[in-house]
Nanobody, 122 residues
């Protein structure tokens, strides 16, 4: 599956952004999906994930209550709504298709988008 992430940009602290990830090439609803981020000088890490049907979600503690992952299987798109953004949310954000196992581990994702950069100014 090919993934194309978009929606990044520069925003002030406290602001919001919505990231989108459009999928093509395979049946989108066959895959759970995740969003990862990589901050400067840090390893890439999971932010959120959503099941194939969208009825189950996972968030890391640092974004709970601020970020919302959702998907539209008819539009082959997964979203990440980011509210109350903080400077520490600054990173390149990647969407990925989950192949199985824990949502937490990068190795459990087999298709990746190209990344979209989010910068939160203080």
């Amino acid at each position: 599956v090919q993934l194309q992430a978009s929606g990044g940009g520069l925003v002030q602290a406290g602001g919001s952004l919505r990231l989108s990830c459009a999928a093509s090439g395979r049946t989108f609803s066959d895959y759970a999906m995740g969003w990862f981020r990589q901050a400067p000088g840090k390893e890439r890490a999971v932010v959120a994930a959503i099941s194939r049907s969208g009825d189950s979600t996972y968030y890391v503690n640092s974004v709970k209550g601020r970020f919302t992952i959702s998907r539209d299987n008819a539009q082959n798109t997964v979203y990440l709504q980011m509210n109350s953004l903080k400077p520490e949310d600054t990173a390149v954000y990647y969407c990925a298709a989950h192949k199985g196992g824990s949502y937490y581990y990068e190795d459990n994702y087999n298709y990746w988008g190209q990344g979209t950069e989010v910068t939160v100014s203080s």
